[in-house]
């Protein structure tokens, strides 16, 4: 892997211990489990985060997400009037709303599902889902004309939109520069980003990418106990953890049934991310940086605030501390809680070089959200605020050392 880039996260020392961070026993003890043996009677993180007294509160109305994974089934019954217009940088076939593997259509239900059908229920129900397409394990592979130019054009994609928030499950052991420039285009626009750290803690323990870079949200796997995920990586790039054992998904692309198993750090990040738009839902004139400050200020630890934990970073994350109780420190809005450096500035033109262009196509929304959840449908073709912009997709990387990378990096589904 190449050499990582200096992580400036301004914190000197890091807890080596797989510890029990107690918090979410503080909110689980005593909370009676569904005996039903349905899906939603498998989230269990709903219970432990209080969910339920979340959402009389709110629901994440307002804050639209950027999926950028393997596409949105926007026809799942959990997803209907949830998908927004976003956009395929894959130039395979079909479009956003074609997904290949089912994987970014989960995270997309973990993230705003309504539970209608029976499906997932979303930690942030009201929250919108622009799906930004992306080839990711067996399908990268098949498209060999596919560089790291789809990943760099659906984060720049993402960072022009009005999504606040971008949610990246999905990880590789190799950086790129287009990339990283990527990322820090998209902070400079104001958008609080997380990534899976990735799920090879027990083997090779690497830094993956994009959740080592400075301005990204590592965000790692716990299980309901509080403790890390055995798989989940701690390679310095740990800031917050979250649910991600036991955690059902869809089992494959014909979207007909879930699976139980582990959903991993993917999962962790797709609820890290809804936490996000929770507390940005309540505090619309916040910055990325103030609502990340108050989830890492809440994150539940049992150790010395301040100190970075190497497998679960500040703690596991707990949004019911500042919506239901008021807490947190915002801090100041212009200076990042990782790298302790000003966000502000003009931005770089957000055009990748060397490219062509391609319209976004539509997401197939459908009936309305569930209303015991208080989820208002919104349809693309009615939101004035939704995706509208043009994303130049790279034909070829002319730049040999582009191409090299593209031979050697392989991505996938964290």
Known sequence: MTARMGRARGRVRVLGALAVATSWSVVFVGAAQPAAADTQSKQWYLSAMQAEDMWKVTTGEGIKIAVIDSGVNSSTPSLQGQVLKGIDATEASGDETDDYSGHGTTMAEIIAG?????????????????????????????MPSITVQDTVN???AAADSDARIISMSFGGFYSSPQEHEAIKYAESKGKLLFAAVGNEGHKENKEGYPAAYPEVVGVASADRDGKVSYYSQHAGTVDVASPGSNVPRWCDTSFKSYCDGDGGTSAATAIASASAALVWSLHPDWTANQVLNVLLDTAGRDWED????????????????????????????DISPLTKKKTTGAA??????????????????????????AVEETNSSDDG??????????????????????VVRRRKAA
């Open 114 to 142: 309504t539970g209608k059908g029976g499906g997932l229920k979303g930690i942030a129900p009201g929250t919108k889902i622009l799906p930004m397409r992306i080839a990711l394990g067996e399908f990268e592979k098949e």
């Open 306 to 333: 301040g100190v970075r934990s190497k497998y679960l970073g500040h703690g596991l994350i707990r949004p019911s501390m500042n919506v239901l109780k008021g807490k947190g420190d915002p801090g100041a809005p």
């Open 348 to 373: 770089k033109s957000s055009e990748p070089s060397a490219s062509t262009s391609a319209s976004p196509q539509p997401a197939k929304n459908g009936a309305a959200g569930d209303k015991a959840v």
């Open 385 to 406: 605020n939704q995706l509208a912009l043009i994303v130049g997709v790279a034909a070829a990387v002319a730049v040999l050392g582009g191409v090299a990378y593209a």
């Open 154 to 156: 659906a984060i720049r």
